[in-house]
């Protein structure tokens, strides 16, 4: 396979030699390094690029060339490579207009001259976007390819399993034409269905996902014997932790039983987080998140799930669903929340046929020219209408209340009103799902006069709120009445605390009431339901898990 381009542009021939080379120097291996100094030239190698069928992963481009400014340049090679990442060059003078760039022609970076030494001021960054355009790069298809009808539960969890851990994958529905010849050469029966095929050949029929665990390289058993410190869900709380924990010297284990990112993971774009003025998805947060724990030494486990913590003087055992066994000192709860199902009736008959809870980013593309409805007024329910805009002919967003306003913030409604095809309809509730194999109906009733209409509906995606996923631990371990588990000084008010609590000292901020035993982000009762606070309170809980280990 050829390898993608970076590309640069500088009218001073002293400058283009001296980013040439030090790309040269440290990417070699894996990109192919263009460069020019006339704008011309380069527009002309990028339709010649463009018809090879050639890609480029990076632009970078001096802003003051006396041709075409760099800003311009970059814009027509965006009709060109349109994910190309975007880099602008630039003197101390010009960044009012490289920072304005970032808002008009979304650049995704730029340096300003001179950029020694590169290892601090060049490398870090331009790795950075590499990796980020490579987690968004498909080039011509060689890898796993899965089988399967489209509204199938199996073969949804089948996608939805391997888009969060970011394997690429090709998608076949089973009466396709490319479909049929590879289930008739591989003799496929439709009870066969889902199946994967995987790039070295092998073939597995209506697999489990413990099944493609395995095959793709997922770990399915510790490493060690005794970790310090065992995190039980990887979301932004249990990744953060996992990063600071093995970054601070911790034999650290973060174990998952479903994919990492919780529901941040599922969202289509973050546009309130830290340090991200464009905005980034839940998948590109998870993969920089997982990126960086493993290159510090966590170990990971998925998909496992946990069912019993046991104790035993200053060791806890962690014991998973079949029944393997990891001996740790300390432990970390950052399981967070599952979507609250929705009882109507139909429901339940028809998820994963039409019916998704969270984003289901996976079936966006089955949702072209569709009928969406969405159930939910928070936060993501806006941010999911928004992104399945982009390709449903309409998004009805149904809310019991008269508006938005209590439940979603500014920005989104904002958004959201400015998009034709999405459509509010508040004060309304559905009361049946409807269909044969899949959804195709929904009742609808009017809150306010008691009508109620069925209209034609090619998906539901559903954001009623969340309930924490607590209901594997045990009663050593308190909870409050909604299941949220109590931490800190909370646990001074709880019924039975002082009879439970084995430590001559009062419970860490984040610790629960087992001497050893923390929890941090959306599982822990009086959180705050933010992607930022829930990667605070994970790293905060090494810190005390740090003190913890100290006294034992």
Known sequence: MDQPIIFAIDDDPQVLRAITRDLKNHYRQDYRILSTTSVKEALDSLLELKNKGEVVAMFVSDQRMPEMEGIDFLCKALSFFPHAKRVLLTAYADTDAAIKAINDVKLDYYLTKPWDPPEEKLYPVITDML???????????????????????????????LSGYLVPYLWLDANSEEAKKLSELNKLEAKDLPAIIFADGTLLKTPTVKDIATKIGLSQSAKNELYDVVIIGAGPAGLAASVYGSSEGLKTLLIERKVPGGQAGTSSRIENYLGFPAGLSGADLTRRAITQSTRFGTDFLSPQSVKEIRLKDNYKTVVMDDNTEVLTKSVVITTGVDYRQLTTPGIEKFTGAGIYYGAAMTEAASCKDANVYIVGGGNSAGQAAMYLSKFAKQVFILIRKESLAATMSSYLIDQIGGVSNITLMPCSEITEAKGDTRLQQLDIKNLDNGESSTVDAD???????????????????????????????????????????????????LETSIPGIFAAGDVRAGAMNRVA???????????????YLSEI
Not at 133 to 154: N, T
Not at 462 to 481: R, S, Y
Not at 539 to 544: D, P, T, V, Y
Request: some cysteine.
């Open 131 to 161: 990796e980020d355009w490579q987690g968004h790069y498909r080039p011509d298809f060689k890898g796993i390819k899965v089988i399967g009808y489209q509204f199938s539960p199996k073969s949804h969890d089948i996608k939805e399993f």
């Open 459 to 509: 998906a539901l995606y559903i954001f009623i709120g969340a309930k924490p996923f607590t209901d594997w631990l045990g009663k050593a371990v308190i909870k409050n009445d909604k299941g949220f588990v109590e931490t800190g000084r909370d646990l001074n008010s709880c019924q039975d605390f002082e009879k439970m609590w084995k430590s001559n000292r009062d419970p860490y901020l």
């Open 533 to 547: 606070s829930a990667v605070g309170e994970g790293s905060m809980a090494i810190s005390f898990v740090h003190k």
